[in-house]
């Protein structure tokens, strides 16, 4: 499974084969809000501003980090509704029932290293996402239908940049190695995907390892 690579600045982004569930963390800290009168019966997700996703990763050497972004279209996903019933699923915008995404969809998403859960590190200790690391990340982008793989196709990147970050103790920060954001931006096609299909991301390692993965799910 492959398709046309891109080399931002910081990773390859390449077409690979991913097998297993992608998992998502963004649904409790996407714009949408629950709706219900019937608990039982009914139940409302609300997706102005779009479909937020977040998940957490580790690489080999001891490295964590954290992706997050956002799945936008224009004004498609303005007053976008997802209403589950004991009947199945409906999606609207406004009154009108909407079974797929637009023609294409815009991706946003950062990567910066973090503090792995579970313990404290001392300072000069801690292990710092470099350029290299992130050079070496290969991106693979699919759609997930029920089981079924498919690589996204016509992935085009518009940005790609690099910020370094400011520690929280600004008098350290001559002491401290310094840490990056990267951020990239990309047009994906959509056209003819089912709004209930999911808009995964793997993130691996060159010898294939996963190193993170998540999803833009509605």
């Known amino acids: 499974m492959s398709f046309r690579t891109y080399k931002p600045a910081a990773f390859l982004l390449l077409g690979l084969s991913c097998f297993g569930p992608a998992a998502s963390a963004s649904q409790h800290k996407q714009n949408q809000r629950q709706e219900s009168k019937h608990s039982q019966e009914k139940t409302v997700w609300n997706y102005d501003g779009g479909v937020f996703f977040e998940t957490d990763g580790t690489l080999p050497n001891g490295v964590c980090f954290r992706v ?15 209403i589950d019933t004991q009947d199945g699923t409906v999606f609207r915008r406004g009154d009108k029932p909407v079974t797929q995404f637009p023609e294409t969809v815009d991706i946003r998403f950062s990567i910066h290293d973090q503090l792995c859960p579970g313990g404290i590190q001392q300072i000069g200790t801690r292990t710092y996402m470099t350029e290299e690391m992130m050079h070496n990340l290969r991106l693979s ?3 997930k239908h ?22 929280y103790a600004k ?48």
């Open 171 to 218: 008098s350290l920060a001559a002491e401290l190695p310094p840490r990056y954001e990267w951020s990239y931006e990309m047009v994906i096609a959509s056209s003819g995907v089912s709004l209930s299909d999911s808009l995964c991301f793997v993130f691996r390692t060159p010898d294939g390892r996963i190193a993170a993965r998540v999803a833009a799910r509605l």
């Open 146 to 167: 029920g089981v079924d793989l498919h690589a996204a196709k016509d992935i085009k990147v518009s940005s790609a940049r690099v910020d370094q970050l400011q520690p």
């Open 68 to 82: 997050s972004g956002r799945m936008t279209a224009q004004d498609f996903f303005d007053d976008m509704k997802r």
């Open 141 to 143: 982008i699919y759609w």
